[in-house]
């Protein structure tokens, strides 16, 4: 007997599954994925039962990245996942409620993970606060919301996709999807406090009846002393429980210290998850790394979701490059915004700070804004903050020049011009960076450190005795350097 092929897919998936969360993580395997049903495959899309909403959403929240890549390893790239949800007992007698193809009901999208949702409601679970009447309690707040941090100035790139969709669907049903809290971590000038204030922002312009408030976590401890020094405690408690959407920034500022702050949140957070209330929180690491915080609190915490801000690849370097110029009324060649976004490469603070210095510069001296401007200041900027250039940009300038694709640099590609492009960008790497042979390597395409070594050589030697090596080498050089 041969078993269905969708039996076999889903266990291949299992199998998979269980392997990459390894044996820490069984019960997590059990819980979540052991009870999943597979029904049936349609073409490239797999259908498999799950128990509940709850259960749907969770792995929805917690298990999307796993889920999706067995998923595709299993059924190639247009490989998709389609839940069908059990009813709620009190609607349906019969377990099961969908076997059968999706065309009698609704597909939707979910936001992150662009995996089409078959969901199956059991109901609204809205819940009406009974203890806020409209229009009495909701004096007015500031929200303290930066103006400039929009949804719309926030660039998306691989790096904060699944961040920023998070966001918008915050946005749109604040306390009322799985997302709550949000919590969103990276690490320095990655955008948490941008993408945060947008979220508050977003939702007052599709909810203006909204209560939001941004505070740091260091404003709200020290409101809180501050309270407890004038006997308004009270006062302080119930101002936060009138707020709808709550964002705290950078909550690892309390990690180790301010216990009684900590567990003034604590019962402020309880209050406004149980009333349906979204919270947004902000933190420098992920949950699992913030140390010196409250188990309790940091339980909760893991409550909803946790998406992280990646540092942006170069493209999306570009075109947060250009969304800021853009702002500033300024417009920059195509030769120096690839100048920038190749040479600024650890966060978006710095990038943004570069920009601005030469956006000062240029008015200050009355020069305009060409590639020799900004490579002045950029390698002025760069040598104060110790770096480099880098051999992503080497790459960028050896291809240019040499009129080739970028990327053949990363393929297997034994042509001589290739070969060529890939040995000058090892040459120029190991003369202008620091980096090592094998770091030099492992970026020109994925070569072991002899090879490097070997690139350099050739180029030695070529440039000694071939004059039409030397003219390339030396305005290869000048460009780099200039
Ligand atoms: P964090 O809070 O993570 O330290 P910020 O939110 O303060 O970082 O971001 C630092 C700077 O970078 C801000 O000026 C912000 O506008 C900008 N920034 C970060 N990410 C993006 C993005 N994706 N698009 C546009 N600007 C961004
Ligand atoms: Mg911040």
């Known amino acids: 007997m041969i078993e269905e092929e969708y039996k076999k897919v889903w266990a291949a ?78 609607i349906s007698t019969s377990p099961i409620v969908t076997t059968l193809p999706s065309q009698s009901r609704q597909s939707t999208r979910n936001p992150l993970t662009d995996l089409p949702v078959d969901i199956n409601k059991g109901g609204e679970r809205e819940l009406p606060n009974p203890f806020i009447i409209p229009g009495i309690q909701k004096t ?111 909550i690892q500022f309390w990690a180790g210290k301010a216990p009684k702050t900590q567990e003034a949140f604590f019962h402020i957070f309880n209050y406004l998850h149980q009333h349906g209330c979204q919270i947004i929180i902000t933190s420098d690491k992920a949950p699992g790394e913030l140390q010196g915080l409250e188990p309790r609190l940091l339980s909760r915490l893991k409550w909803g979701l946790s998406a992280d801000l990646q540092a942006p690849d170069v493209e999306t370097r570009k075109r947060i490059l250009l969304k800021k110029a853009q702002n500033e009324g300024i417009e920059l060649t195509d030769d120096v915004v690839e100048y920038i976004a190749y040479n600024i490469n650890t966060n978006v603070r710095e990038l943004e700070g570069a920009l601005i210095s030469l956006i000062a510069q240029s008015t200050l001296n009355r020069k305009e804004i060409n590639l020799e401007l900004t490579k002045q200041m950029i390698d002025k900027y760069v040598q104060s903050s110790a770096r480099e250039i880098t051999i992503d940009y080497i790459q960028k300038v050896v291809c240019d020049y040499l009129d080739l694709p970028v990327e053949t640099i990363q393929n297997t590609s034994r042509k001589r011009e290739v070969v060529q492009a890939r040995q000058l960008s090892m040459y120029f790497a190991k003369k202008i960076t620091k980096s090592s042979l094998a770091v030099i390597g492992m970026q020109c395409g994925n070569k072991d450190h002899a090879t490097v070594l070997h690139a350099c050589k050739t180029i030695d030697n070529l440039r000694q005795t071939d004059r039409h090596m030397r003219a390339m080498v030396d305005e290869l050089e000048k460009k780099l350097n200039a």
């Open 13 to 90: 998936c299992l199998r998979m599954i269980e392997d990459t969360l390894g044996p820490e993580n069984h019960m997590a395997f059990e819980t979540w994925f052991r009870p999943i049903v597979p029904l049936q495959l349609d073409g490239t899309t797999l259908i498999v039962q799950v128990p509940s909403q709850f259960f749907y959403e969770y792995l929805e929240e917690h298990y999307i990245d796993l889920l999706k890549r067995v998923i595709k390893l299993q059924l190639g790239v247009s490989g998709m996942l389609k839940y069908s949800v059990v009813m709620d007992q009190s």
């Open 140 to 250: 007015r707040v500031n929200s303290q919301l930066s103006p400039n941090y929009t949804l719309d100035n926030f660039v998306e790139g691989d790096c904060n996709r699944l961040a920023r969709s998070a966001g918008y669907a915050v946005a749109e049903k604040p306390g009322t999807t799985s997302f709550n809290p949000l919590l969103l971590h990276s690490g320095v000038g990655l955008g948490k406090t941008h993408l945060a204030n947008a979220i508050g922002l977003k939702t007052k312009e599709l909810h203006p009846d909204m209560t939001v408030l941004y505070v740091t976590s260091e404003q709200f401890m020290q409101q809180y002393a501050e309270a407890g020094r004038t006997g308004t405690t009270n006062d302080f408690i119930h101002f936060y429980e009138i707020i709808d959407v709550l964002i705290i920034d950078d």
